[in-house]
């Protein structure tokens, strides 16, 4: 990577979070390597621009992050999320696609399937989880954590997938601490919460064959490599064309906390305010530190 140009002039719109071995998808060409820092820090990897010429002819330039860094260095309670999203926001991202490996709690969800969630129950904990605090205080509602236009392009791409996998629209994502996996009691317990799929690999410990072990999923992610890439492909293919303009933009978002932050302007932090306005460039300043 360090030959490349570490800057890029061009707007660009769309990233995908995942492994290293993403960036070497067919058709797809490398145009540069930015290191950036951001308030919260470094993200966890340079983050790679690739550009791909879209079935349309135009010419979509797509931002690559390793969540877990290019040596895989980072364990999952030490992975800089915040870093990593304000990074690519700074670059102008707008719509992120994110893959994971995770294991089913479910006897249907096979191992190498695909799942298109619309929940999650997050049962992580002493990890920082908001770009507020620090004397400024914003609620932000979860209700429905993942974008819709989103899921609904990814799943128009189950025909990228090859052999007997298969991808499986909506289900709950349960995120646990790492990097160890479940007991067999936290996995029956999340089955009974409706949680559909899990952050390992497998059918996770609940069915009582065997244990998960990391054996089992390192091989399941090798197998899968190509079948992610090919879907990661197809999704970039959809999202590229025209009737996608406005959720590459991310139009549905703009302005949604408008009226959430909760702290008085007399009182806003100095600090908090000076890392999102490099985040939210004007959008707090310019209006007295109170959002347009």
Known sequence: MASLPSTYSGTIPVAVIGGTGFYDLPGFKTAASLDIDTPWGKPASPIVV???????????????????????????????????????????????????????????????????????????WGRPSTFFGEGLVCHVPMADPYDEGIRQAVLKCAGALQGDSKLHNGGTTVVIQGPTFSTRAESKMYR?????????TDYDCWKGEEDVSVE???????????????????????MGKDEYADLRAGKAWE??????????QEGMGADALKKLEWLFPGYFTNHSGRPA
Do not use: C, Y
């Open 216 to 238: 089992m999923v390192m091989g399941h992610m090798r197998a899968n490599l190509e079948n992610a890439k090919g879907l990661v492909a197809a999704v970039l293919d959809e």
């Open 50 to 124: 690739l550009e791909h010429t879209t079935p349309s002819g135009k010419v979509l330039p797509v931002a690559f992050l390793s969540r877990h860094g290019v040596n895989h260095q980072f364990a999952p309670s030490e992975v800089p999320n915040r870093a990593n999203i304000a990074a690519l926001r700074h670059i102008g991202v707008r719509a992120i696609v994110s893959f994971s490996a995770a294991g089913s709690l479910r006897e249907e969800i096979r191992p190498r399937d695909f799942v298109v969630p619309d929940q999650v129950i997050d049962r992580t």
């Open 255 to 264: 302005g949604q906390r408008r009226f959430g932050v909760s702290t008085k």
């Open 192 to 200: 009974l919460w409706g949680g559909d799929i899990i952050m390992s």
